[in-house]
């Protein structure tokens, strides 16, 4: 399925899971405070100059549970992959995805 646009939000919250950990090449998002955006600021000016680069986000819920977005740029295509496995509330599924540009907001 195609998408017009990527939509990334980094509002999600405010503490980490035992099952998983994040390290410091992922851009996290913790109840709106965000470390390592400049990661996904450095993704998005590779896609725009035709650049091959990936980006792996990790967003935390309420609830503390993890939900990872990976961003990938390669060969003039532009792939995300959303993993709620993590998160206990969600539906424990992997989304993957192509489109044909990436939006921040």
Known sequence: MKKVSILVLLSLSLFGCGDYSSSKHDVVNTLGTIKNLELLEKF??????????????????????????????????????????????????????????????
């Open 44 to 105: 998005t000016e590779d896609v725009s100059n035709n650049k091959d680069s990936e980006v792996h986000v990790v967003n935390y819920t309420d609830e503390g549970d993890p939900v990872i977005h990976d961003l990938k740029y390669s060969d003039e295509k532009l792939s995300s992959t959303i993993d709620t496995r993590f998160d206990e509330f969600g539906d424990h599924g992997v989304i993957e995805d192509t489109c044909k540009r990436i939006k921040i907001i």
